[in-house]
């Protein structure tokens, strides 16, 4: 898994989601569609973040990623240096992004819930 370290986050198109480009990082090679990564923001927290686009320019690639849940420092270094079943607690891991992909839902109306629904006849 790449560390992704930038100056600055730029907001991307949709919600959720953060613009990077190559350039203004410190990847030795491209990423590619779907790769899962951290994402670090000038000495800031940590987040997982997954690859959902990438634009390329003339003079640089631009890469779409859905900016996951903030990871403590010790779990962003056990992701880096790659899951082992042997070493790491992967169900903490699982529930980690398992939260930070509910964080992401929208809110409920707790009112609609309770509303009586229409019968069609």
Do not use: C, N, W
């Amino acid at each position: 898994m790449e560390l992704v370290e930038v100056a600055e986050l730029a907001r991307g198109r949709d919600a959720g989601t953060v613009l990077v480009a190559h350039s203004q990082t410190t990847l030795r090679r491209g990423l590619e569609f779907g790769e899962e990564v951290v994402v670090r923001e000038a000495g800031a927290d940590f987040h997982a973040a997954v690859v959902v686009e990438i634009d390329f320019e003339p003079d640089d690639t631009l890469y779409t990623l859905i900016l996951g849940t903030r990871l403590p420092p010790d779990l962003a270094r056990e992701r880096l240096e790659g899951l082992d079943p042997d070493r790491h607690d992967i169900e903490l891991h699982e529930l980690v992004d398992l939260l930070g992909d509910v964080r992401r839902l929208r809110p409920v109306d707790p009112d609609a819930l309770l509303r009586p629904r229409l019968q069609r006849v």
